[in-house]
């Protein structure tokens, strides 16, 4: 069972922005019945109780607005996220720049509350409002020869102060094996808690992938590409040895600098808050077929 959540008794006009809102403006008057749009929960929801949404949204990794977890609130409020559109290309028979409106149009929105497992060994649950990935990818036609998806963040040091920091091989960029990338539990989400995404969790569109490290989940995204070798992907590229392609959630894989063994949830307040690491984080029943026969310590 669902339990009763933030946005249950809040009112969630504002999960599309204002371009979207303008283009569905058509699809409305053809329905009046259909004044507010919403989105339906979903049986992949946990039952833990969310944070709070100012826990979401001030306690961030956005490293194109800087390194603290505070940066993102205090500097992410200069992105200009509207107009917005999506390279989609490589191997993929529909290849092209999807307008954000576009690209979400026909995709059914779900009310998702995902655990959240960051590599530094802190979680949350966050009530994202998003759409399957797979559905994306089969509109636009995956074909046979491609492998992996990759993704890739916007490059706009203009607005990302971050970005004037070296450290990172800009653009942010992630990557899944296909057939994670075509799981269900794996979305776009582009809102949380009822509203439009937040600048800070990575307006206006971002991956969400529940049994992976918080890294893989990558935000503001401006390329997706189908491809037929393994991505390179950001954390691996600046330490291999830490960070591998997987990155699966798995408490019996330690970080080589700390234990991945337990978590801190975030608003848990200082003593109540430590908790084994579940593996895969807490979706093992759903994914754990997908990497039968792979060594998990050679490929974590
Ligand atoms: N473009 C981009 N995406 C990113 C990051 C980043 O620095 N840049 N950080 C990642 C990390 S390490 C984590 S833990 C999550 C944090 O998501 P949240 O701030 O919405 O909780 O975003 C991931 N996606
Ligand atoms: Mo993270």
């Known amino acids: 069972m669902r339990r009763l959540t933030w946005s249950d008794v809040t009112p969630k006009p504002l999960w599309l922005n204002r371009r979207q809102l303008i283009a569905g403006a058509a699809a409305l008057a053809a329905t009046p019945a259909m004044a507010r749009i919403e989105a339906a929960p979903s049986k992949y929801s946990t039952g833990d109780a969310p944070n709070s949404l100012e826990d979401i949204t001030t306690y961030n990794n956005f490293y194109e607005f800087g390194t603290g977890k505070s940066d993102p609130s205090d500097y992410a409020g200069s992105l200009t996220v509207d107009p917005w559109s999506v390279v989609i290309d490589g191997m993929v028979d529909r290849p092209g720049t999807y307008d954000l409106a576009d690209l979400v149009k026909g995709q059914p929105l779900e009310e998702r509350i995902y655990r959240f497992r960051c590599v530094e060994a802190w979680a949350m649950v966050i009530p994202w409002i998003g759409f399957e990935l797979a559905g994306l990818l089969n509109r636009v036609g995956v074909q046979s020869d491609a492998k992996f998806v990759a993704f890739e963040t916007l490059l706009r040091p203009e607005e990302m102060p971050g970005q004037a920091s ?14 994670e990338a075509m799981h269900p539990l794996t979305i776009l989400a582009t809102g949380l808690y009822g509203e439009a995404m937040p600048k800070p969790n990575g307006a206006p569109i971002r991956l969400v992938v529940p049994w992976k490290y918080g890294f893989k989940s990558i935000k503001s995204i401006v390329r997706i590409s189908l ?20 990155s699966n959630v798995n408490p019996a894989v330690d970080h080589p600098r700390w234990s991945q063994a337990s978590e801190r949830r975030i608003g848990a307040g200082l003593f109540g808050g430590r908790q084994d690491t579940l593996m895969f984080n ?5 994914v754990a077929s997908l990497y039968a026969g792979q060594d998990l310590k050679v490929d974590y």
Do not use: C, H, S
Not at 166 to 179: A, N, Q, S, T
Not at 227 to 246: A, C, H, I, R, S
Not at 282 to 286: C, D, I, R, S
């Open 166 to 179: 070296p450290f990172i091989d800009w653009p942010y960029r992630e990557g899944l094996r296909l057939d």
């Open 282 to 286: 807490g979706y093992e029943a759903e």
């Open 227 to 246: 491809v037929d070798k393994m991505p390179q992907t950001t954390w691996n590229m600046l330490q291999p040895n830490e960070y591998g392609f997987y």
